[in-house]
């Protein structure tokens, strides 16, 4: 697989290529350079120049013989067709230098990555990067990650091939919203501000309980990385374009390179929604690398080692949990949840912050009953147990709310088929609403 440098012809020289090379020579790949005459038209006799130009270029590189090879197209589509082009390790473009229109802003860097053309690289500040190539400095790399999207697996997987090239420390980034984090989390806010701590009662503060879930579902994203170099998880709040504040962190920081995960979607969806990658792209001052999403490792299925479990202290989640703790074996977790269906005329939550626990007259009790259902044996005495007991209006929200909350991997539900009286029983509508709704597997154990 060879690496690729695409370069406008009619611009200024840049570095482009010299990067490209170090890059082909650090990993032991051919090297295609691509010259793109964009935007004028390409006769024979400017072909003839242009690749004279090129091939100039690739003897002033010093590669071994045999190791490079020079082509002129006359566009971007032609690029975008280019059998090695679409299937290149990666892909080294200009920056700058690119002809866009007001229809049609996308430089050739961001549809080279929409087009899913392996890691497009777009050159900024070179020197850093050819001295990081050659085994003369670390590189300082900020990664937008999201524990919620797709694209940023993709992003955090190229992180490996980027430690093959050389050491790197990364700066593993989510820009997340105070308020979708709350409410995604079950984290409540109270009606007066004023009753929360002052450091939290900036609309762009962490709750501490909300700090704690997403350092954790970030370092799960970003998992153990080979290679020389630190990992430090940032968590930016923030509100309005992502992109913005992914390059805040990177130019308070100092970063050399920005890694994002690109999703190919159509032209109106990336009108109407914007685009991360694209914002990152365009007004980054450091080298960008943008990964397509087709490109991101799929998950290797693991058997579930924490399960939770709904309680409604009937005898479907009696099986539910004997379900659920043959499943995560020793060491593993059982977290029963009960849920209290808050009711029309309730009180008392106006002002509560953090989870809504059950009313304080039953709150103690519940939480016992809880503990009793906790089997005794020696078999349970090896796994890990937890309760919680909490109040909510939508019985399945709240489920699923708890879920994120303590990442398990697995919703065990218990489901009799009998409509029970009961104040907190479980409806089985509630097991379809969790199918649908929970981001997490779910497990129907139906009554026997």
């Known amino acids: 697989m060879a690496i690729v440098c695409a370069s406008p012809l009619m611009a200024r020289e840049s570095r482009e290529v010299e990067v490209a090379a ?20 390409l006769t024979d006799a400017v072909r003839r120049e242009a690749q004279r130009d090129l091939e100039a270029q690739a003897e002033r590189l010093h590669l071994p013989p045999g190791r490079v090879s ?4 006359s566009d971007t589509e032609a690029v975008l067709a280019d059998e090695e082009c679409r299937h290149s390790r990666w892909v080294v473009a ?3 230098g690119w002809r866009t229109s007001a229809w049609r802003r996308a430089s050739l860097p961001e549809r080279l990555a929409r087009h899913g053309c392996g890691p497009v690289l777009s050159v900024r500040r070179a020197d850093a990067l050819v001295d990081w190539m050659r085994g003369r400095r670390r590189l300082l790399v900020v990664v937008g990650v999201d524990p919620l999207s797709p694209t940023a697996d993709a992003a955090v997987g190229f992180l490996r091939e980027l430690r093959r090239v050389g050491p790197c420390d990364v700066l593993a980034t989510y820009v997340c919203s105070p308020l979708e984090a709350r409410e995604r989390l079950g984290i409540h ?8 701590e002052p450091g939290l009662r900036d609309m762009e503060a962490l709750d501490p309980a909300v700090q704690t879930v997403l350092l954790r579902e970030v370092r799960e994203q970003v998992g153990d990385l080979l290679g020389e170099g630190s ?15 992914l390059l805040h962190v990177a130019l308070s920081r100092g970063a ?14 990336r009108w109407w929604h914007g685009s991360v990658s694209a914002g990152v792209l365009r007004n980054a001052e450091q080298a960008v690398v943008c990964v397509p999403d087709t490109l991101r490792e799929p998950r290797r299925a693991q058997p579930p080692r924490s399960v939770l479990v709904p ?22 977790r059982v977290h029963l949840l009960h849920v209290h269906r ?20 039953e709150h103690e009790a519940t939480l016992q009953r809880l503990w009793d259902l906790v089997p005794r044996d020696e078999g349970a005495r090896a796994l890990r147990w937890s309760v919680e007991g909490v109040s909510g209006e939508d019985v399945a929200l709240a489920i699923c709310q708890a879920t994120e909350r303590e990442g398990v991997d697995l919703v065990c539900l218990g489901t009799s088929g009998v409509t029970s009286q009961a104040p907190d029983a479980l409806p089985v509508v509630v097991a379809r609403e969790l199918v649908a709704r929970c981001r997490r597997p779910v497990m129907v154990v139906p009554a026997s």
């Open 189 to 196: 806010t109270p009606v007066h501000v004023e009753v929360l």
């Open 94 to 96: 200009a920056a700058e």
């Open 342 to 361: 808050r009711r029309f005329g309730e009180t008392g939550f106006m002002d509560h912050s953090g989870v809504l626990p059950e009313p304080p007259r």
């Open 22 to 41: 170090a890059l082909a020579t650090r990993l032991g790949e051919p090297l295609l350079l691509v010259g793109v005459m964009d935007g004028e038209p």
């Open 231 to 245: 990992v430090e998880v940032v968590l930016e709040p923030g509100f309005g374009r992502s992109a913005d504040h």
């Open 256 to 269: 050399d390179l920005v890694v994002v995960g690109m999703r190919a979607q159509g032209p109106v969806k």
């Open 70 to 73: 020079c082509r002129v197209r």
């Open 311 to 332: 309680v409604d202290f009937s005898d479907a989640c009696l099986r539910a949990i004997t379900q659920a703790r043959s499943m995560v074996g020793p060491g593993g």
